[in-house]
């Protein structure tokens, strides 16, 4: 149902679609600080991937198989002679070290294509390749394997993807200030494995969840409001590389100054907020369902309009009980939560109600 037709069954019967919209707008932040719009690759919170095939990697964790994260090995004493990052004193026979290599350092010693900038061509096997020693690798994927479960344990909502394929753009023509949307992006989670292996450092693996590959609603709208573009959906059996071509086509050939970068990073996002602006879309909704006769929703977006809408936002916490799914959300902050089983509920501050048909 288009907007024209919405307006009209609001003033036929009273439920208030814009307003509805309203709200459903205010869920997707489309500033700079919304890290689907503009993600920077914290080096605390990120771990980026070198010699990796985009297709291959993504494949891989389509077809239930798990990919094992690879840390560049340290150099031992006698490598580093070797390599002449340190040498032995004639006289004294003791070390004289003219500085230990970086991980990316020693890399392109041992002969790895560093860039992360991939392409079809690289590495087809089931390792993810790091630019990180092993004991710096085990940090960063412990902390966000623990933040990951955390994520889970207490809303129930998944926030660790596997990011392939970054869009950079520009908020206007005369910006000169890149930014990085995240555009495949597959749910995923990290194991550990239950013996060390070298340096007694764990084994860390990643394999998929089953929350299907979501499309960045943030980015299409950011892209449809500011620009007049569309950015495509992802479908159950796309591949990167089919993606990128359909957004070559339908976005860069309209601004030759963007680009596709073929990273691959393991990272934090959040598309709760993305899943609630989906669920108060009433053409989600089937027939005979309608979002406009739940009682709870008709209760907020009557024929009072604006007000109801106003209602639900100085509410801000409020709990109901139904049977069904769960959606928990404060609406203070307008700011959506996650999905919970049957019967549960987080806190105080849930806003429940059943949801479409078909809807994760």
């Known amino acids: ?110 002969g790895h294509n560093t860039p992360y900038e991939l392409s079809d061509t690289t590495n087809s096997n089931n390792t993810l390749q790091t630019l990180r020693y092993s004991s710096k690798l085990e940090a960063v994927l412990g902390k966000l394997r623990s933040k ?13 993807y596997l990011g392939i394929g970054f869009l950079e753009w520009y908020e206007s023509r005369d910006s000169d ?33 089953d929350d299907g590959i979501l499309t960045n609603l943030s980015l299409k709208e950011k892209l449809k409001h500011d620009f007049g573009l569309i950015l495509p959906e992802i479908d159950e059996d796309t591949i990167p590389s089919v993606y990128f071509d359909t957004i ?38 089937p027939a005979g369902a309608s979002i406009k006769d739940h009682p709870i929703i008709a209760e907020f977006f009557s024929s009072t309009g604006k007000e109801g809408v106003d209602i639900l936002l100085q509410l801000g916490r409020c709990r109901i009980p139904i049977t069904g799914a769960l959606l928990s959300c404060e609406f203070t902050q307008v700011s959506a939560s996650t999905l919970q089983p049957q019967g549960t509920y987080i806190n105080s501050t849930d806003f429940t109600f059943p949801l479409p048909e078909g809807r994760p």
């Not at 150099?75 to 004289?96: F, H, R, V």
């Not at 994520?151 to 660790?160: K, R, V």
């Not at 990290?190 to 764990?202: C, I, V, W």
């Open 177 to 209: 200030k890149k930014r990085l949307a995240p555009l495949f992006t597959i749910p995923v989670k990290l194991e550990r494995s239950n013996h060390t292996g070298r340096k007694n450092t764990y084994c860390y693996t990643l394999s998929i969840k």
């Open 248 to 285: 070559q086509n339908a976005l860069l050939n309209q601004q030759p100054s963007w680009r596709i970068k073929k990273y691959i990073s393991l990272t934090l996002l959040n598309f709760t907020k993305q899943a609630m602006y989906l669920d108060l879309d009433p053409s989600n909704w």
């Open 148 to 160: 990951a479960r955390t994520a889970i344990e207490e809303s129930g909502a998944n926030i660790l």
């Open 1 to 110: 149902m288009d907007a024209k037709n919405l307006v009209t069954q609001a003033d036929s019967e009273g439920f208030a679609f814009d307003s509805l919209e309203s709200v459903r707008n205010k869920l997707l932040d489309l500033t700079s600080r919304n890290t689907l719009l503009n993600y920077r690759h914290p080096t605390a919170s990120c771990v980026r991937v070198i010699e990796s095939c985009p297709d291959h990697t993504a494949q891989t964790l389509i077809d239930d198989k798990t990919l094992t994260f690879e840390p560049i090995p340290e150099p031992t004493e006698e490598k580093l002679i070797e390599a002449g990052y340190c040498e032995l004193d004639a006289e004294t026979g003791q070390q004289i070290v003219s500085g230990f290599p970086t991980a990316e350092q020693w890399a392109k010693h041992l």
